[in-house]
Every structure is written in C-alpha cells, then in structure tokens.
C-alpha cells in the first residue's frame, strides 16, 4: 500500500519556478516507479515525468525546463518546474505504480496540488 500527499502547487508568473514535492508512506520495501502527471481543465491526464531508480522520463513538452528527482531516504518525490509558462497551468498529481505504465492507469494517487501560471 502506498500513500502520497503532494504539496508546493501555488500562483506565480510566466518564467517564474516552483517546485512541488510528493510525500510517500510505504507499507513494504518495493521499488516503484513514480510520476508527476497534470491535467488541466477540460483537458485529459497527461505524465509529465517519470523515475524509476536514475532512470528518468519527460513530457517533450517540458524537457529542458522540468526535473523529476526522488530522496530515498525521506520517501520524498520532486518536480522542479522552472521558466513555467501558462499553459503548465493545471492540477498536478503524484502517482505510484508497479512500471512505468504509458497510460494513466497507475494504482496509487494523491490529491493533487494546483499550478497556476499567468502571463
């Protein structure tokens, strides 16, 4: 079973960075993969990146300007989102599951946090 709690959404301006972090309780030393996905109003789900160990992945459309990383040692996951632009603006997710699937049927979820970019 996993848990995860995201944090770190907020406002800022086109340009501007946030970063967002995924708190993740594990009942059981498994290695999951682990990713940020987004989905904006009207819009499907979509990943942003995934990690699985060094093994990382990006969204073309936010290659070069985001970086999924993950500290082991406080089962924290992180999106550093930097030169945001406003269509970055959407609800951002943590998700957990057993491979890095392509598809958005990933078995564990937070809530989300909101990312809001204006120009």
């Known amino acids: 079973q996993v848990q995860l709690v995201e944090s770190g959404g907020g406002s800022v301006q086109a340009g501007g960075s946030l970063r967002l972090s995924c708190a993740a309780s594990?009942?059981?030393?498994?290695?999951?993969?682990m990713a940020w996905f987004r989905q904006a109003p009207g819009r499907g789900r979509e990943k942003v990146a995934h990690?699985?160990?060094?093994?990382?992945d990006y969204a073309e459309s936010v290659k070069g300007r985001f970086t999924i990383s993950q500290d082991y040692a406080t089962n924290t996951l992180y999106l550093q989102m930097n030169n945001l632009k406003p269509e970055d603006t959407a609800m951002y997710y943590c998700?957990?599951?057993?491979?890095?699937?392509?598809?958005?049927?990933?078995?564990?979820w937070g809530q989300g946090t909101q990312v809001t970019v204006s120009s």
């Open positions: 998700a957990a599951h057993d491979f890095c699937a392509s598809s958005t049927a990933w078995k564990y």
């Open positions: 594990v009942s059981s030393r498994s290695w999951y993969c």
């Open positions: 990690i699985l160990r060094t093994s990382t």
